[in-house]
């Protein structure tokens, strides 16, 4: 298949390419997508979008077969000095994703390092994993982030990991850690 690649604040991101009917025939888009609509990119979802070369975020097209057009770390930034949300592993790596996108982060990582787990984000918990969530409850005149242990635990590389990103002095991350300095 063909993918245009984009550039999002938290990872590249991949949309079929689509330019001739061939590829719309026997889909759910026939009958929607029309010759006059080419090209299209296919969102994943069910949608379709009409392409520009002139968008700004466009990068490039690339072929691929595989489930994931691009490596994780490029998808989901792996250690991205601007991390904010995302997931840690236990080693301190972070992956960024925005607000929304924890769940597909975590598919393509459980894909990558738990190709047997059923439910992604539980494999990532149970293994160490934290999760970066904006706790934002709707009242709150600002956003902040929350980390979320399924475990209760904490590595010595992650806590490392929390003082670099300035979320150390975190309720929880405080709580974690005190749980969890006896074990480092």
Not at 6 to 26: A, H, L, P, Q
Not at 61 to 81: A, G, H, T
Not at 148 to 177: C, H, M, P, W
Request: hydrophobic letters at 30%; glycine letters at 8%; one cysteine or more.
């Amino acid at each position: 298949m063909r993918y245009a690649v984009y550039k999002g604040k938290t990872g590249y991101y991949c949309y079929e390419f689509v330019e001739d009917m061939s590829r719309i025939n026997g889909t759910d888009y026939e009958g929607t997508v029309t010759e006059d609509k080419l090209p299209v990119i296919l969102d994943g979802n069910g949608g379709f979008y009409k392409f520009s070369i002139d968008d700004p975020d466009f990068v490039k097209f690339i072929e691929s077969d595989k489930k994931y057009p691009l490596p994780v770390e490029l998808m989901y930034f792996k250690n991205d000095k601007d991390f904010k949300l995302g997931w840690i592993s236990p080693d301190g790596d972070t992956y960024s994703c925005d607000y929304t996108n924890h769940t597909k982060c975590a598919q393509a990582l459980a894909d990558k390092f738990f190709p047997d787990a059923k439910l992604p984000e539980v494999a990532l918990g149970r293994a160490g994993w934290l999760k970066i969530i904006d706790s934002w409850d709707g009242i709150q005149r600002t956003h902040s982030q929350f980390v979320y242990s399924l475990s209760g635990k904490i590595t010595k590389r992650q806590a490392d990991k929390l003082f670099d990103l300035g979320l150390y002095k975190n309720e929880q991350v405080q709580r974690l850690i005190k749980e969890c300095e006896d074990y480092w």
